[in-house]
């Protein structure tokens, strides 16, 4: 019989309920239990991908294409595995197919209502991984906060579902514990009266993680537990990490996983074996370099609108014991002029993905000068497209060259839109979606890095290399090494002569995890190590030549 963890939040939205999600599962995981982690968002958007980043941080795409909301992303890099549509659940979805039933005549004249008809759904859903047979776990993420009005049906579900499920389902409560200066105290009074809304909800927590900036003392643990009505040993203390991928020990430390083990009248299961985890860990933290990577692009104020480049720089750096520091710089204040004097100091350059015209001209700079100067460049979809505007502009000599996304009367479309989008009116989930393959040429940089000349990679975008410019992008040594087997649509580019200039039209950064980073991503970063080197190389003799 598959068991359900239900993780709910309350008091303050932000305390990383996506991060213990996952770390629990990780947890689990590595004792044996075949786990999987889904998430249950309450906004009305049937999924988040017509969302701005601005608003809900990065879209995260899965193998079988959902636009997804970025706590999926968490959940792969920690599991290793992959998730699918069936991951991420939000309102509008459930509500689009509430409706639908309705419309077709599937509740044969009852009158459709929230409880029973949205709840029955949601039930469903929370159910449906569990139904496959292929997890002993599912752990389901509630969005939002527990008061929400949003939230109701969902605690409603899950109240619900403990019935239904008898001993086979347990609540953790993710909640903070604030820390007073000025009176030098923990409070727990937030976290009593998150419980208690709970509870006037009809939902009692099994688990209580305790977020908190100080080391809760025995004492405030025993209050906890007496106040909200959890034994003492599942009063969990989270604290305040370096990094997201140091939360699995301390919850290990904490002994998360075994008492959510013992409250589902589980066996412990293998002596959890991190010790890959353990070695990533080492090496982040104690890096024997650094290197400055510039990500250009134009939501670089937000640490969530880039999440997965961020973290698939993370792991690219400890697999070359070096520390990648980001260096945000916003393409809209880039030019011409001042990209020399912005760039020369990076060790590489990354323009990342993104949709619109805002910022554009700067990324097309940008990537001028990684051209020119010889600085190792990966641009990611857009940042793909606009390496070939940039190139058919200052090198083929087609100075209307664009993305008809960004101009669509040009005639120099060398990007340009695949035919069967060209009808599409709609926004949602109507991209290029999802993993397809791509043929690498053999002996290019590209077959090199993976190891492999078949690979398969996930995308989301509309437009696509224009392949009636492809002969003479490669006459000019601009050359399109990956492509698509059965579409022929150009995947990857490379520039002949250049240390490290690679195009992809996918999004590599969704497929790195902790236990297998990205080859690309890996390759990026021994480059900028690599650059910083020979120019630390070059300084010195220089100076030699002075002295
Ligand atoms: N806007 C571009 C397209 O739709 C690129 C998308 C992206 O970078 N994800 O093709």
């Given at each position: 019989m598959t068991k359900y963890i239900f993780v709910t939040g309350g008091?303050?939205?932000?305390?990383?309920k996506g991060i213990i999600a996952a770390s629990l599962a990780k947890l689990l995981q590595a004792r044996g239990f075949t786990t999987t982690i889904q998430k249950f968002d309450p906004?009305?958007?049937?999924?988040?991908?017509?969302?701005n980043p601005y608003e809900h941080g990065e879209c995260y795409v899965t193998e079988d294409g959902a636009e997804t909301d970025l706590d999926l992303g968490h959940y792969e890099r920690y599991l290793n595995t992959y998730t699918s549509q069936a991951n991420n659940v939000t309102t509008g979805r459930i509500y689009q197919y509430v409706i639908n039933n309705e419309r077709a005549?599937?509740?044969?004249?009852k009158t459709v209502q929230v409880i029973p008809h949205i709840t029955d759904e949601i039930k469903r859903r929370m159910k449906l991984l569990g139904e496959t047979?292929?997890?002993d776990i599912v752990i389901t993420e509630l969005g939002g906060?527990?008061?929400?009005i949003e939230s109701l049906p969902y605690i409603e579900a899950v109240r619900q579902l403990k019935w239904e499920l008898a001993g086979n389902c347990l609540i953790v409560h993710l909640t903070l514990i604030p820390y007073l200066k000025a009176a030098k105290e923990l409070k727990t009074k937030p976290t009593q009266h998150s419980v208690k809304l709970m509870s006037e909800q009809g939902l009692i927590p099994d688990v209580l993680v305790c977020r908190t900036e100080q080391p809760l003392y025995k004492d405030l643990k025993r209050k906890i537990a007496l106040f909200c009505n959890v034994?003492?040993?599942?009063?969990?203390e989270a604290m305040d990490a370096?990094?997201?991928?140091?939360v699995p020990l301390e919850m290990m430390r904490e002994k998360l996983d075994l008492i959510c083990l013992q409250k589902l009248g589980l066996q412990k299961g293998?002596?959890?074996?991190l010790s890959k985890w353990k070695e990533f860990l080492n090496k982040l933290r104690y890096p024997k370099s650094t290197v400055t990577i510039g990500l250009i692009g134009?939501?670089?104020?937000?640490?969530?609108?880039y999440k997965s480049i961020l973290e698939a720089l993370i792991h690219a750096g400890a697999m070359n014991e070096c520390k990648v520091e980001v260096k945000n710089i916003h393409s809209e204040y880039l030019t011409k002029e001042n990209a020399e004097s912005k760039?020369?100091?990076?060790?590489a350059i990354l323009v990342a993905p993104g949709f619109g015209s805002r910022g554009i001209e700067g990324k097309i700079d940008a990537i001028r000068y990684a051209r020119e100067s010889g600085m190792p460049f990966l641009g990611i979809c857009l940042g793909m497209q606009m390496a070939c505007v940039e190139f058919a502009r200052?090198?083929?000599?087609?100075?209307?060259?664009?993305?008809t996304e960004m101009d669509?009367?040009?005639?120099?479309?060398?990007i340009c839109m695949m035919e069967e989008q060209k009808?599409?009116?709609?926004?949602?989930?109507?991209?290029?979606?999802g993993s397809y393959a791509c043929e690498l040429q053999p002996g290019s940089l590209a077959a090199e890095i993976y190891g492999n000349t078949l690979i398969n990679e996930r995308h989301r975008h509309r437009y696509e290399f224009n392949n009636e410019y492809r002969e003479r992008f490669e006459q000019e040594g601009?050359?399109?090494?990956?492509?698509?087997?059965?579409?022929?649509?150009?995947e990857i580019v490379e520039m002949k002569g250049h240390p490290f200039y690679v195009g992809v039209q996918?999004?590599?950064?969704?497929?790195?995890?902790?236990?297998?980073?990205h080859p690309l991503f890996v390759a990026f970063v021994k480059a900028a190590k690599d650059a910083q080197e020979q120019r630390s190389a070059a300084v010195e003799k220089a100076n030699s030549l002075v002295i």
């Open positions: 008091v303050t939205s932000s305390l990383g906004y009305i958007n049937v999924d988040p991908g017509t969302l005549g599937g509740y044969l004249g047979k292929q997890y906060t527990v008061g929400d034994t003492q040993d599942a009063v969990i370096d990094s997201i991928y140091m293998t002596d959890p074996d134009k939501y670089v104020e937000l640490q969530d609108a760039l020369e100091s990076l060790d200052n090198v083929l000599g087609l100075p209307r060259a664009h993305s669509p009367d040009t005639n120099q479309g060398v009808s599409i009116t709609q926004m949602g989930g109507t991209m290029r979606l601009f050359v399109p090494v990956g492509k698509n087997p059965k579409s022929d649509l150009v996918f999004h590599p950064e969704y497929k790195s995890t902790v236990e297998n980073p």
